[in-house]
């Protein structure tokens, strides 16, 4: 108690009111970003069409189950910058329609009023408001008015009322230290977790409950007035920590009611339920040590969530809990052993429906809550992302795959999935098509190991092929049929790539074993599964093994230094973005240290049997003598996860070794590379990197095998 009132006086809580409010009429501020107009050449892939195609997002059925909303987002490379505008279509696809046309971007877009209006944040100026207009896209009125303005919203079931994200000060400035230095900008911290991700942590989100009655929000409240706890979590938390009661009555929120180190060590996260009339809040988690996120209720009240075990370990089973109105609490997948991303109730609420990793696709399953009978309800060689219900049996969902982005989808139980929207099929038709294989490797332990293929365009297995090793990040996270902007399979294979993704261990989709295997064995069983997959494909007469790079970021980075000093020749180049190169070094920059303590066994300075593995067999540094091959580096000066002198430290230790060695630092990016210009750039300088070490011009890598490592 005595931590959170010394808190409390650091804390300044948002304004309700803004000294100046926004309009109701859209003011253009610069050119409207929308489709642009690219031609393809020959087929090809480029980076530049890569950034030319729409990215769709956020679904949501009408009340009536007659119309989709959705999202599409467009990047300008010339604005170096995107722009989200909504769309309508009717549940079959049909007449789809673009209902906004603006400079800024309309996000977390939802039906009000039985369908008639529509309700979103838009950023005007500086601040971010929550809006509502006719479901046409005409009548815009700003309905809030918050200094820190609106990160997103959550309306109740009665859509009386509303919670709304927005950020107060955490901590004190400068000038809070020393009030006479107006211009003084130094950071005074005297506990953990003051940066994360990509950003110094100056504010935190809160929710605020407040009154609606469809055209203003008003008697705003803050729900953790004066507390220096954060909901929704940083760095990830969104709209879906928040759920209401059917009621109208109460609201559930996720947080973690921890500060500085005892945050920076926990993810023993809780669900909260705050009660409007009286502000009386229950923990309805309590003793339960992990995550707790996503809480869903159903409409008689039964509330549903995904709860982890173990406190400390963020890469825990996703387990779905329930709690019925009686307060029993159930864990429903005791008896599932994957990983679970998102659940729904369904409307008759017999089901949950879910998205979950496995076996290297991410399909939709759903259980029946009585009994706990899982049935698959889509899958196939897609990931679907996202869920909603158009009626009683139908949803409506994303999917993609390597060779396409996500577009609109409806499914049923026992009928093939339809695709609804056609944002990019204009484009995506003029490109010459890759070839998806899934292959069964078998692992030095005797497991069979899923890894993804992709074959170029116009593939002879007559020819030789140079090939890429893609190593995960996370460390776990899946290799499913994921589509990415940067990490994009298919514009690998389309510069004429073989690209070999190894579903490797620790990573989630293959059990819970299979994915915990990885923590405190950074350097182990996984390195292995990487080399087994190499060598199994150097096998077939396709590929040209003098010519094979070993790719990736974060972790997959973290691989990509370590596969340098151990890949016995294997490899002809290298490359890594955001990798980590010192675990020493990684364990006293980084901030979530919940992570390294759990991945490496905890400081380098504890000598237990896991971190002397850690820090010894598993750590890149230590094994800098035996680099032989050309390698490149890329990282953004403003990633605080995985800090850029991670880049710097490898860069320097491959000039001094003589190597052919390059390094690209984006000093606006973070952990990612998120600009348009940035990323065709990355991209150009990817390609040219393994196309100069690669390609058959390229001379083999046939220097002497690597010494011995010197590691006991």
């Known amino acids: 108690m ?118 979103f944040v838009y950023k005007e100026g500086d601040v971010t408001q929550m809006w509502v207009m006719n479901a046409d896209g005409s009548g815009r009125k700003c309905v809030t008015a918050l200094e820190n303005g609106v990160d997103g919203f959550v309306l109740s079931p009665d859509e009386k009322h509303v919670v709304l994200i927005s950020q107060v000060k955490y901590g004190k400035n400068a000038q809070d230290h020393h009030p006479d230095l107006k211009k003084a900008n130094a950071r005074i911290i005297d506990d953990l977790m003051y940066k994360h991700w990509d950003e110094w942590v100056e504010t935190i989100p809160h929710p605020f409950v407040a009154d609606f009655d469809g055209s203003q929000v008003t008697n705003v409240k803050d729900v953790l007035e004066g507390e220096p706890f954060e909901s929704p979590m940083k760095p990830w938390g969104d709209v879906e920590s928040l759920a209401w009661t059917p009621d109208s009555k109460s609201l559930i929120y996720v947080c973690r009611k921890k500060v500085g180190k005892e945050y920076a060590i926990s993810t023993n996260s809780d669900l909260f339920r705050y009660e409007l009339a009286t502000g009386k809040t229950e923990n309805l988690t309590e003793g339960m040590m992990g995550y707790d996120t996503y809480p869903i209720v159903s409409k008689s009240g039964r509330l549903a969530w995904l709860s982890m075990e173990h406190d400390g370990y963020e890469a825990d089973k996703n387990r779905i809990f329930l709690m019925d109105t009686n307060g029993e609490k159930k864990d429903l997948t005791a008896n599932w052993d994957y990983s679970v991303d998102a659940i729904v109730w369904s409307p008759d609420e017999q089901f949950i429906y879910f998205i979950c990793p496995f076996q290297g696709t991410q399909p939709i399953f759903r259980m029946e809550v009585a009994t706990q009978k899982v049935d698959t309800i889509a ?218 303590n759990w991945d490496l066994g905890g400081p380098f300075w504890e000598k237990n049997a896991t971190t002397m593995k850690s820090y010894t067999v598993a750590n890149p540094k230590n094994y ?87 590691v006991k």
């Not at 069409?49 to 999202?71: A, E, M, Q, W």
């Not at 409806?410 to 070839?435: F, W, Y």
């Not at 997959?533 to 370590?562: F, L, N, Q, T």
Request: proline fraction near 6%; glycine fraction near 8%; include cysteine.
């Open 379 to 596: 899958s196939g060689t897609f990931d679907y992302d996202g869920l909603a219900f158009a009626g009683p049996d139908t949803l409506v969902t994303m999917r993609h795959n390597y060779a396409m982005p996500n577009e609109v989808f409806s499914v049923k139980a026992g009928e093939q999935p339809k695709q609804l929207s056609h944002v990019n099929d204009d484009l995506l038709a003029q490109l010459d098509s890759i070839t998806i294989e899934r292959r069964l490797v078998r692992t030095t332990d005797g497991k069979d190991m899923v890894t993804w293929v992709v074959l170029p365009p116009h593939f002879d297995p007559a020819k030789k092929y140079p090939a890429i090793l893609f190593c995960e990040g996370g460390p776990q996270s899946p290799v499913s049929q994921f589509w990415s902007y940067r990490w994009n399979f298919r514009i690998m294979a389309a510069n004429g790539y073989v690209v070999i993704a190894p579903n490797r261990r620790g990573l989630p989709g293959f059990g819970t074993e299979w994915n915990a295997q990885i923590s405190g064995d950074y350097g182990g069983q996984n390195m292995k599964d990487y080399m087994s997959a190499v060598d199994d494909m150097k096998r077939e007469p396709y590929i040209d093994g003098d010519h094979i790079g070993a790719v990736g970021a974060s972790y997959g980075g973290y691989s990509v230094y370590w596969l340098a000093g151990n890949h016995e020749n294997r490899f002809a180049c290298f490359l890594a973005h955001a990798g980590i190169f010192n675990l020493e070094a990684q364990y006293l920059e980084t901030e979530e240290m919940w992570f390294v």
């Open 2 to 119: 005595k931590l959170i009132k010394t808190f409390a006086i650091m804390l300044s809580t948002v304004a309700l009111l803004s000294s100046s409010t926004c309009s109701d009429i859209v003011e253009q501020q610069g050119p409207i970003i929308g489709k642009p107009d690219v031609k393809v050449e020959n087929g090809q892939f480029t980076p530049e069409l890569l950034n030319s195609l729409g990215r769709v997002s956020g679904p949501t059925v009408s009340p009536d189950g007659r119309k989709i909303l959705y999202g599409v987002t467009y990047q300008d490379i010339e604005q170096n910058k995107g722009n989200r505008e909504l769309w309508v279509m009717d549940v079959d696809g049909q007449n789809a329609t673009q209902i906004t046309k603006t400079p800024s971007s309309e996000n977390n877009a939802v039906w009000i009023e039985g369908g008639r209006r529509i309700a």
């Open 624 to 710: 800098v003598q035996n680099w032989n091959r050309p390698i490149m580096v890329t990282a953004g000066e403003k990633d605080y996860r995985i800090v850029f002198t991670q880049a710097t430290q490898a860069f320097n230790a491959a000039k001094l070794m003589g190597l052919d060695a390059r390094m690209v630092l984006f000093p606006e990016e973070n952990h990612w590379i998120l600009k348009p210009q940035n990323s065709i750039l990355w991209q150009r300088e990817f390609f040219g990197w393994l196309d100069r070490w690669l390609k058959p011009q390229a001379a083999p890598a046939t220097e002497g095998s690597a010494p011995a490592d010197s």
